[in-house]
């Protein structure tokens, strides 16, 4: 009785699991990575943006992330997503550039570092949360 649950532990196990595009023969879990950051005021006010991107340092090549937490909580923007994995060099730390802009002037400039795990998005640095002061 043992050897069958836990045959069927693993068998379920072995079915949450799913082929990454591009990625070969490597086994990822289907779930989806995605990085925000929250942006706030000095006195805890969310900041609104007028548009925002992130930067790969390295290619100087500009990406808007897609989120499934955008327009649910006011101050939080995309930073980077599984959508953008294939953008990291495998097993490579990327540095990055979250811009943020208002009224024309360049109000967030953050550095993160992620890296592409060879399923996912992994951050190594970079503020969840960041105090923008209004220049």
């Known amino acids: 009785m043992k050897t069958i649950v836990v045959f069927l532990l693993g068998a379920l196990l072995l079915a949450a699991c799913q082929r990454g595009p591009g990625i070969g023969d490597r086994i990822c879990t289907a779930e989806y990575r995605f990085f925000n950051?929250?942006?706030?005021?000095?006195?805890?006010?969310?900041?609104?943006?007028?548009?925002?991107?992130?930067?790969?340092?390295?290619?100087?090549?500009?990406?808007?992330?897609?989120?499934?937490?955008?327009?649910?909580?006011?101050?939080?923007?995309?930073?980077?997503?599984?959508?953008q994995l294939l953008l990291l060099k495998e097993g490579k730390n990327t540095e990055l550039r979250f811009i943020g802009i208002k009224n024309e002037k360049a109000l967030v400039n953050e550095p993160y570092v992620f890296k592409n795990n060879g399923c996912h998005i992994e951050k190594i640095s970079g503020k969840n949360e960041v105090v923008v002061e209004d220049k």
């Open 37 to 83: 950051v929250k942006l706030l005021t000095a006195s805890g006010e969310a900041v609104t943006l007028d548009t925002f991107y992130t930067r790969i340092v390295a290619t100087n090549t500009s990406f808007h992330a897609s989120s499934p937490m955008l327009g649910t909580d006011a101050g939080r923007y995309g930073v980077i997503s599984d959508d």
